[in-house]
C-alpha cells in the first residue's frame, strides 16, 4: 500500500508515542506535533532507527496551540508539507494534545474551564477546518481523544470532562458534516497511564475495572490505528477501558 500521512497533536510521549511508533511500523508517514516534548519525539525516532536502520518516517513540528499564531503556523506547515503533497493529502489527523487537572468544582477557576475547552474544543474545530483540503484530497479521517467520563459525574473534573464532552460532539457531528469525503470517529481511553497527581487514585481505580488492569499505551494506539484503517466506519467511539464504561 502506497505511504499514508497523519498528523498527531502532542505526539511527543505517553500514548501519543505509542501511536507515533505503531503508525511508523506500519508504513505510515508521522508529522509529530509537540510542544515542550522535542527530545522525547527524537527518542522514538531514534528508537526506529536503531530497530530498521533506516530513517524514520517522521517529522516534528512544534508549537504551542494556545496560540492562535502558533496554531496557524502549524496549519500552514501542514498543508505545504512535502510528503503532504507527495502522498495526496492527509490520511489521517488525530487530535490528541490534552491537560488533565482536577480541582473542586467550589474553586476551579474560568481560566482553567477556557483552557479546557480551547486545548480540546477550539483547537480540534480549527485545525481541523484548516487541514480540510489536504484530508479531503486523501480521503482521510479525523479521530478525537476522548476518555470515558461522558454522563457521569466526576469529582473535580467539571472543567475537563465538559470540555472533552464538547470534543465528542464536536466530532460526531463532523462525521455528518464532513462526509462521504472524511470520515470521523473517536477513542476514549479509560485508565491507561496515570497523571503525576493521581497516581494512588488511580491504583483505587483499577479495582473498578472488570479486566482487573490498566490499559498500555499500546492498547490505545492499536484502536486509533483500527479507525484509521477501516473505510467505512463513522461517528463511532471505541472503548478502550477493559470494559470499564459498562462496569456497574
Ligand atoms: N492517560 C490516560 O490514562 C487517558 C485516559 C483517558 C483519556 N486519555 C486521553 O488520551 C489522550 C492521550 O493521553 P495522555 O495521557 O498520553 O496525554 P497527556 O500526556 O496528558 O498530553 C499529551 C500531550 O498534550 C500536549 N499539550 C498539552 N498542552 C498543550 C498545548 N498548550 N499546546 C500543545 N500541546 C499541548 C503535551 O505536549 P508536550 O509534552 O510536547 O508539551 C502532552 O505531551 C489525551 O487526549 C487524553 O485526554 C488519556
Not at 497516581?199 to 473498578?208: N, P, Y
Not at 492499536?222 to 472503548?239: E, P
Request: proline residues 3%.
Amino acid at each position: 500500500m502506497a505511504q499514508r500521512v497523519a498528523l498527531i497533536t502532542g505526539g511527543g510521549k505517553r500514548i501519543g508515542a505509542a501511536t507515533v511508533s505503531l503508525l511508523m511500523d506500519n508504513n505510515w508517514f508521522v508529522i509529530i506535533h509537540v510542544r515542550t516534548s522535542v527530545s522525547e519525539a527524537e527518542e522514538i525516532l531514534q528508537a526506529f532507527e536503531q530497530k530498521n536502520g533506516a530513517k524514520a518516517p517522521a517529522e516534528i513540528l512544534q508549537a504551542d496551540l494556545n496560540s492562535d499564531e502558533e496554531l496557524a503556523e502549524l496549519i500552514q506547515a501542514v498543508l505545504k508539507h512535502e510528503k503532504v503533497k507527495s502522498c495526496g493529502g492527509l490520511h489521517a489527523l488525530i487530535h490528541n494534545a490534552s491537560i488533565y487537572s482536577s480541582k473542586d468544582y467550589e474553586v476551579v477557576l474560568l481560566e482553567e474551564l477556557r483552557l479546557n475547552n480551547r486545548l480540546h474544543l477550539e483547537v480540534p474545530f480549527l485545525l481541523t477546518q484548516g487541514l480540510l483540503k489536504p484530508l479531503r484530497s486523501a480521503q482521510g479521517c479525523v479521530i478525537g481523544m476522548v476518555d470515558t467520563s461522558l454522563g457521569r459525574a466526576w469529582k473535580g473534573l467539571s472543567h475537563y470532562t465538559a470540555s472533552k464532552a464538547g470534543l465528542r460532539q464536536l466530532m460526531m457531528n463532523l462525521a455528518g458534516d464532513l462526509a462521504p469525503d472524511i470520515r470521523v470517529n473517536c477513542v476514549a481511553p479509560g485508565a491507561i497511564i496515570a497523571a503525576d497527581w493521581e497516581s494512588e487514585h488511580f491504583a483505587s481505580l483499577l479495582e473498578k475495572i472488570p479486566l482487573g488492569r490498566a490499559g498500555e499505551p499500546l492498547d490505545v494506539a492499536k484502536a486509533i490505528m483500527f479507525l484509521a484503517d477501516s473505510s467505512y466506519l463513522s461517528g463511532q467511539t471505541i472503548n478502550v477501558d477493559g470494559g470499564w464504561s459498562v462496569s456497574p
